[in-house]
Structure formats: structure tokens, C-alpha cells
């Protein structure tokens, strides 16, 4: 399979608690981004890299959360502390050109 | 800033029968992409067409069809004779001619089509 992929699927975690998530994108796409998702809205978006340099990082993007994507292929992004407002689905994308294709996403709990 | 709307938060439909999901969109780029995006119950964003604004034409593929007017700052979808299989929640996207292409989406229209 050739697709963006997450991992974790699924992640429940305690307040307070720091949180990893993977993203692959699709081989050679060099632009890579990542959104949320909560419950009956539409993604938004949060930060955004083109090869490995991060050029675009939203205001909601908090000093907790941070995202990297060295050598310009895989990505993690970390929320430190995570906070229930935190709850939420994260979306990878990947793409060369206009169109972006997601990922299956990470589904975050945060009890 | 950029805005999409979509008024329709929930559309019911039986097997058939034609479907509208409308959008639209706010934005002061002179150059900007518009995107349908489908999100079914298993919850991955699977792209469905992209519009640029320079290009108007109307676009149809199979059973689905897009009309973007410029005038009315809209981007509506139908389906045509829908199916079962149609049921999802569908977005409406919009990124600028900048460099970084990040979208912008409405808040979704659920859209169930019953046997």
C-alpha cells in the first residue's frame, strides 16, 4: 500500500501525559501537513513542511505541541502535558502538487 | 481570511434519488483551488476533485457532477442517483495560490442515503 500512513490508530492517554504520533506519507510527495479534527467540524489545520523545513505552523498550535519531519520523509508530531481539550482526530497529509491525501489519522483520548 | 460554508449539516435522501451538497466560499486571493473531499464512517479523507479559479467549466465523473460559479462564490456537488454506498460526510475545501497550499474546510454535510 502506497497510501499516507499513522500510527497509533488509537491513542488514550492521562492528563498531563506526553504523546507521540507517526506520520509516513506517500513516497517522494515533499509537502506534508497536519490538521484536527474534532467531533462534527472539519480539519483544521495546524502546521505544514515542505521537505523537512516547517514553514507554517497555526495558531492553534500551542508552545505544547510540536512537529518534526527530519530528512524530509516520515513525520512526528509530540503534544506535551496533553490537556482533555486535546481530544481530537490528527490528520496526516502528503502531497506533490494542489491536491493533499490523508491519512487514516490518529484518534486521541485524553481522559 | 478564508471561509467555506456549508449550510447543510445533515441531508437524507432514499436510494435514487438526486442530491445537492452546496458550498461556498469567501476568500480576496484572485487565484484559489476548490476541493470535495469524502469522509465515510471509517473516517479517512479520500479526495474527490479539485477546481482552480481560473477555471470554470463544470465537471462531471460517473454519477457526480460540480458546478463552480465564480458570481456566487460557490462550489455545489450532486450526486446523481444515489446509492447507499454515498452515505459519508463530504467537505468542502478551499487553498490560496500561495505557496503552501494548506486547506481550509466547511464544517461537513452528512449526507444518508436509505435503501
Known amino acids: 500500500d502506497t497510501g499516507v500512513s499513522q500510527d497509533p490508530r488509537h491513542k488514550i492517554t492521562k492528563r498531563g501525559q506526553n504523546v507521540t504520533f507517526r506520520c509516513d506519507p506517500i513516497?517522494?510527495?515533499?509537502?506534508l501537513y497536519w490538521y484536527r479534527q474534532t467531533l462534527g467540524q472539519g480539519p483544521e489545520f495546524l502546521t505544514y513542511?515542505?521537505?523537512?523545513?516547517?514553514?507554517?505552523k497555526s495558531r492553534l498550535l500551542s508552545d505544547r505541541f510540536s512537529a518534526e519531519r527530519p530528512k524530509g520523509s516520515f513525520s512526528t508530531l509530540e503534544i506535551q502535558r496533553t490537556e482533555q481539550g486535546d481530544s481530537a482526530m490528527y490528520l496526516c497529509?502528503?502531497?506533490?502538487?494542489?491536491?493533499?491525501?490523508f491519512g487514516p489519522g490518529t484518534r486521541l483520548t485524553v481522559l | 481570511a478564508q471561509k467555506v460554508t456549508q449550510a447543510q449539516t445533515e441531508i437524507s435522501v432514499v436510494e435514487k434519488e438526486d442530491v445537492t451538497l452546496d458550498c461556498v466560499y469567501e476568500?480576496?486571493?484572485?487565484?484559489?483551488?476548490l476541493f470535495w473531499y469524502k469522509q465515510p464512517p471509517s473516517g479517512e479523507l479520500v479526495f474527490l476533485i479539485r477546481?482552480?479559479?481560473?477555471?470554470?467549466q463544470n465537471e462531471i465523473s460517473g454519477r457526480y457532477s460540480w458546478n463552480f460559479q465564480k458570481s456566487t462564490s460557490s462550489f455545489n456537488f450532486t450526486i446523481t442517483a444515489s446509492q447507499v454506498v454515498d452515505s459519508a460526510v463530504y467537505f468542502c475545501?478551499?487553498?490560496?495560490?500561495?505557496?503552501?497550499?494548506?486547506?481550509?474546510f466547511g464544517k461537513g454535510t452528512l449526507l444518508t442515503v436509505n435503501p
Open positions: 497529509a502528503s502531497s506533490f502538487g494542489h491536491e493533499q491525501f
Open positions: 513516497s517522494e510527495h515533499n509537502r
Open positions: 513542511f515542505q521537505n523537512e523545513a516547517q514553514l507554517e
Open positions: 476568500t480576496r486571493d484572485t487565484t484559489y483551488y
Open positions: 477546481r482552480n479559479s481560473f477555471d470554470e
Open positions: 475545501a478551499l487553498s490560496s495560490g500561495g505557496s503552501n497550499y494548506k486547506l481550509t
